[in-house]
């Protein structure tokens, strides 16, 4: 199915299999890649995409942040994602964004050249889900989530991402869904991709940002959910409350909510709960576009 694709490879549209770069690129040697990934769904006239200026505007941050630089503008890229969504008679579907050096190099730290960008749009499968909501069990991860000081953790990195595999797998080795990620001081960061909420006594709260990803689905889950009066606060969560939550769910721009069944030894009744419940009925009807109120959240492609 994937070697029918087509990708985006700096102003060209180039079968799946050639999108490929040496092993000595410095970005695969050296880790010097980022990216930023969005939903694509079904419009009654044609794809559209779900928040891709925010989405754009998180891969700009994370360009700067990273101190590197692209000669593309937000114009250009655009219409690149609308080329290659379309080429490949997507529907429902994620596009993502990489940039990369492809250029060779052995002792090489510092790239002093534009970014190479390449740009893939994927369809749902069988293999690869959206919106698949079954109730996990979580655990917290014995790996701390990356300091601040020491990385732009904000930033949509690929070598960041080493951090969430191995909390990733040190879940999956005792037997969870996912693990859950402190701060260095203590505090509950995220998930390997996934953005944590709780739900205590009818209050929902998420980790504020500084320690973790800007994430678009949670940003949108924080402004939405008011609508229909449950108010979202952003506060430092310490792992007792986390233990103690009545609701707990996840989300990423694949699942918009996902409800927690269990977190480490503990088994949570009625899952998922009323909260957890009504904020996946809006997130449901939002990208089903059968909320008005949130249709400018979908650009046409």
Same mark, same amino acid.
């Given at each position: =199915?994937?070697?029918?694709?087509?990708?985006?490879?700096?102003?060209?549209?180039?079968?799946?299999? *050639?999108?490929?770069?040496?092993?000595?690129?410095?970005?695969?040697?050296?880790?010097?890649?980022?990216?930023?990934?969005?939903?694509?769904?079904?419009?009654?006239?044609?794809?559209?995409?779900?928040?891709?200026?925010?989405?754009?505007?998180?891969?700009?941050?994370?360009?700067?942040?990273?101190?590197?630089?692209?000669?593309?503008?937000?114009?250009?890229?655009? *219409?690149?994602?609308?080329?290659?969504?379309?080429?490949?008679?997507?529907?429902?579907?994620?596009?993502?964004?990489?940039?990369?050096?492809?250029?060779?190099?052995?002792?090489?730290?510092? =790239?002093?050249?534009?970014? $190479?960008?390449?740009?893939?749009?994927?369809?749902?499968?069988?293999?690869?889900?959206?919106?698949?909501?079954?109730?996990?069990?979580? +655990?917290?991860?014995?790996?701390?989530?990356?300091?601040?000081?020491?990385?732009?953790?904000?930033?949509?990195? +690929?070598?960041?991402?080493?951090?969430? =595999?191995?909390?990733?797998?040190?879940?999956?080795?005792?037997?969870? $869904?996912?693990?859950?990620?402190?701060?260095?001081?203590?505090?509950?960061?995220?998930?390997?991709?996934?953005?944590?909420?709780?739900?205590?006594?009818?209050?929902?709260?998420?980790?504020?940002?500084?320690?973790?990803?800007?994430?678009?689905?949670?940003?949108?889950?924080?402004?939405?959910?008011?609508?229909?009066?449950? !108010?979202?606060?952003?506060?430092?969560?310490?792992? !007792?409350?986390?233990?103690?939550?009545?609701?707990?769910?996840? +989300?990423?721009?694949?699942?918009?909510?996902?409800?927690?069944?269990?977190?480490?030894?503990?088994?949570?009744?009625?899952?998922?709960?009323?909260?957890?419940?009504?904020?996946?009925?809006?997130?449901?009807?939002?990208?089903?576009?059968?909320?008005?109120?949130?249709?400018?959240?979908?650009?046409?492609?």
């Amino acid at each position: =199915m994937l070697e029918d694709l087509q990708v985006w490879v700096n102003g060209h549209l180039i079968p799946w299999s *050639q999108a490929t770069v040496h092993m000595m690129s410095h970005s695969f040697s050296r880790g010097s890649a980022m990216f930023d990934v969005f939903g694509i769904h079904r419009g009654k006239e044609g794809p559209v995409a779900f928040r891709m200026d925010k989405h754009l505007d998180r891969f700009y941050r994370s360009v700067e942040l990273l101190e590197m630089r692209t000669n593309y503008t937000r114009d250009e890229l655009k *219409q690149a994602v609308a080329k290659v969504v379309k080429a490949n008679k997507i529907g429902r579907g994620v596009v993502r964004i990489t940039g990369y050096y492809s250029e060779q190099t052995i002792v090489t730290l510092v =790239m002093d050249q534009d970014l $190479d960008i390449a740009i893939f749009a994927i369809p749902e499968t069988e293999d690869f889900k959206l919106n698949h909501a079954e109730p996990i069990r979580v +655990c917290i991860s014995k790996w701390r989530k990356l300091h601040p000081a020491t990385v732009p953790v904000e930033a949509k990195a +690929c070598a960041n991402y080493l951090n969430g =595999m191995l909390s990733r797998k040190d879940a999956a080795e005792r037997g969870f $869904d996912l693990a859950i990620m402190l701060t260095t001081d203590g505090y509950v960061a995220e998930g390997a991709i996934e953005s944590i909420f709780i739900v205590k006594d009818g209050v929902v709260k998420t980790p504020p940002l500084g320690n973790i990803v800007q994430s678009i689905t949670r940003l949108s889950i924080i402004e939405a959910t008011p609508s229909i009066g449950i !108010q979202v606060r952003e506060e430092q969560i310490v792992p !007792q409350e986390l233990l103690d939550a009545d609701e707990i769910f996840t +989300c990423h721009t694949g699942t918009k909510v996902t409800p927690v069944k269990q977190i480490e030894d503990r088994i949570l009744r009625d899952v998922p709960g009323p909260v957890t419940s009504k904020i996946f009925r809006l997130m449901e009807d939002i990208i089903n576009f059968r909320n008005k109120d949130f249709e400018h959240w979908f650009e046409p492609l």
